[in-house]
């Protein structure tokens, strides 16, 4: 029923490769982090736009509204937006996806297995790969092949790697930050002088204005650790997902550098010899061949070539450019394409003989396929197999070769998107230089593309098992920006109360505030994984472990609380009282913030 909602296309946007051993909800949640994410922040932002314009215009809105509009419909709509965004967008932004589940017929044997014969085919058809990555991606052999295939044929600059835990986490994050934030809203909707204290009237009194700031920083410290042991219960769950990201990213690594694909499992081990042959073909480490003929048919040869009439000489021509050259006493001929620009054009892709570009066989293959890189290059821009044959054919005819001219089919093929020349041409050709080729040196080829450049390009999206993205750390606390928001609008007319010369001074100060939230909220989870890291090393698994985790989650969450305190204290100190040494502790406190996140995010720690 799956395979019959699918679609019958040329190319796909993103062919997904995922572990069959990973859990299905898991996938599930990355599938629609990566096709979502984004959108989900984009629509949660226009609400808040919307929500705010609305407050504006109509100011006087019961409490319970304006925390239903600023608050409970962003979050919702992010939610929303997050699950089910390529049907409410009707796939407008969505891209194609080849995936196996889906796209292979599950219901019929034979047409199943048609299916998973062709997934060379179907890889190489593909813009980009999607990596479902968990702890036992590199571990399965099928998983291997697909990379190696299309690593191959486009490159690693066309890899997306997406952690299974990186959307769960974010999501409880916002939802427990939203649980918290909400109960919040509502002592403030209950009690609308909640958290009003006596620092105003103490100023009034004394006239003191150290000691007035001072109370200040004190006041919001206690009320910022309060808010830290609310938060505790997320944290316990937020020290699970991370130790599982901590332990399976370090593991990966640790395992990438040793990376072998003959330790790599397969459900069906009779397949195992099918996959490491078509790994080996594939890495085949043989001497790759040229367009060539034997000595004296490839003089003449390339005589004729240069007779071949071209266009006009008002029309946009790239010529003929043959050579004639002694190697090792033979001679041999290079032929580049002969291309009429002014000429109607047909795309590979598009035309009968797909991949199908001339080449001329020869006894002795002498020279490199960097030789006839211009080739491959113009006639991949268009030119077709038909339109370039003929001129070719007639040349080597009349040179007296009975040398053949045949096609290249997709196996041979080695990048249509680069538009390099194939190898070889006919599976008994492949298969001789495979058996000339140690099977063994052919997959550690693989083995030291996975340990090195693909290890690098990991590192460089996700970076080491310490980092955490920025971004989503900030995505996490999203609900609390939104509920300060809507609290500090709910007690603008208590300005008075709190100590503030005028309403605009308060809402200044206090949306100043929580824009300075942004530098220190991500930096809870950031520390939680540094210590973590310094943790589990010396630690077996167990509930040593586990509480020792937390208590370092603990610490980080109240030091990170107690650096915002004094951010927000002295500001709202030094413009209350405009008191220099306010002023000092604002920029060392907001100075330490920042040197902390370009330490722990932003590449500090390279």
């Known amino acids: 029923m799956r395979f019959q909602s699918t679609m019958k296309v040329n190319h796909v946007d993103i062919f997904v490769s995922h572990s069959w051993s990973a859990n299905a909800w898991l996938k599930y949640l990355a599938v ?31 409490m319970w509204l304006l ?23 009707c796939g407008l932004w969505c891209p194609s996806m080849w995936v196996d589940k889906l796209c292979v017929d599950q219901g019929d044997e034979s047409r199943k297995a048609a299916g998973l014969a062709g997934l060379p085919t179907f890889v190489q058809c593909s813009g980009r790969m999607l990596v479902l990555w968990d702890e036992t991606y590199f571990e399965r052999l099928w998983c291997n092949f697909e990379l190696a295939v299309f690593a191959k044929y486009r490159g690693l600059k066309n890899f997306r790697f997406l952690p299974v835990w990186l959307p769960p986490w974010i999501l409880i994050g916002v939802l427990f930050s939203y649980l918290l934030w909400r109960l919040i809203a509502t002592l403030q909707e209950l009690d609308p002088e909640y958290g009003i204290d006596d620092t105003a009237r103490y100023k009034a009194v004394s006239g003191d204005k150290v000691a007035f700031g001072i109370q200040r920083v004190l006041k919001i410290l206690t009320d910022l ?136 066989a020869a006894d002795s293959v002498v020279g490199s396929r960097k030789d006839v890189e211009g080739f491959a290059r113009q006639t991949s821009d268009g030119l077709t197999n038909s339109q370039f044959l003929a001129p070719v054919a007639d040349a080597v005819s009349d040179a007296g070769s009975d040398y053949p001219l045949m096609g290249v089919d997709l196996l041979a093929w080695e990048n249509d998107i680069e538009g390099k020349v194939p190898l070889s041409g006919t599976d008994e050709e492949r298969r001789a230089l495979m058996h000339e080729s140690d099977r063994d040196d052919c997959l550690q080829v693989f083995n030291d593309l996975v340990r090195l450049p693909l290890r690098a390009a990991i590192v460089e999206e996700l970076g080491f098992e310490t980092d955490l993205p920025w971004g989503d750390c900030l995505i996490v606390y999203m609900p609390a920006v939104l509920a300060a928001t809507a609290i500090t609008w709910a007690a603008r007319d208590l300005y008075a109360g709190l100590g503030f010369a005028s309403m605009n001074q308060y809402l200044f100060v206090n949306l100043a505030q929580i824009s300075l939230a942004s530098f220190c909220n991500p930096l809870a989870y950031a520390l939680l994984l540094q210590g973590m890291n310094c943790i589990t090393p010396k630690l077996g698994a167990g509930l040593l472990r586990g509480l020792s985790c937390l208590a370092c989650g603990v610490l980080g969450k109240v030091f990170v609380c107690a650096l915002y305190a004094v951010i927000c204290g002295t500001l709202e100190s030094y413009v209350l009282t405009q008191h220099p ?12 913030a920042l040197v902390l996140n370009w330490i722990l995010f932003w590449g500090g720690q390279q």
């Open 32 to 62: 629609c982090g990566f096709l979502n994410l984004s959108l989900a922040k984009k629509a949660t932002g226009a609400a808040v736009v919307v929500s705010c314009l609305l407050v504006l215009l109509l100011p006087n809105l019961p």
């Open 67 to 89: 925390f239903c509009m600023m608050v409970d419909i962003p979050v919702l709509i992010f939610f929303v937006f997050f699950f089910y965004g390529q049907h409410l967008t």
């Open 225 to 360: 650790e309060t808010y830290a042991v609310l938060e505790m219960p997320f944290f316990v769950v937020a020290v699970a997902l991370l130790r599982s990201k901590l332990d399976g990213h370090r593991s990966l690594l640790d395992n990438m550098k040793r990376f072998d694909i003959h330790h790599a499992k397969c459900s069906v081990e009779d397949d195992r010899d099918v996959i490491e042959a078509q790994v080996a073909r594939l890495y085949a480490i043989v001497e790759e061949p040229v367009i060539a003929l034997d000595s004296l048919e490839g003089q003449m040869a390339a005589e004729a070539l240069r007779s071949i009439p071209l266009s006009s000489p008002t029309e946009s021509v790239i010529a003929v450019d043959s050579f004639v050259g002694e190697r090792g006493g033979e001679g041999y001929a290079r032929f580049l394409a002969v291309v009429d620009e002014s000429q109607p054009r047909v795309s590979p892709m598009q035309s009968n003989s797909m991949f199908e570009y001339p080449v001329i």
């Open 581 to 592: 040494m306010f002023l000092l502790g604002f920029l060392v406190s907001l100075t330490a």
